[in-house]
């Protein structure tokens, strides 16, 4: 899972403050780490969604885009619509992020060597994810969220540590 830490380490490389216009590739970056940890949505959902399929509520996958090739819709939480109000005053495109996967894949890797952090790559935003999530959804309902039609294979991306599972106790 990503920390705190390392996401306030990303931030501070890029100058990202997530109410800001964002300007630079690598404050994009940071905007999809926030996106995605907030949505649950894989970095080529997000670079793929276009602006037609944002809703005030959620954002409408097309089969094409995900994964599974099973469209889904993903609720939006208030965080994830106060990044889209940013993203949306930040850009002039018909993409959701203006941004090509290769020079995403390029400035991820790069902030992340900057910041020092080795064992870090964007799928960790899905693990973290869902873990947030499943503190305020039923299973069934972070399934449909994240699109896993299996609940074995959810669990995969469900990471509490036994600090966490001890508070609960």
Known sequence: RITDEELSMFYADADYVAEKPLVTTRQMVCWCMDFAIETAMRKGEILQTRWDNVHPTFVHL??????????RDVPLSRTARSL????????NSKMLMPVDTETFKQSFGRMRDRVG???????DTRHEATTRLAKKLHVLDLARVTGHANINQLMTYYNRDARELADLL
């Open 62 to 71: 097309p089969a094409d885009l995900t994964k599974t090739s099973k469209a």
């Open 84 to 91: 889209l109000t940013t993203a949306r005053k930040s850009t």
């Open 117 to 123: 952090i080795t064992d870090l790559v964007f799928h």
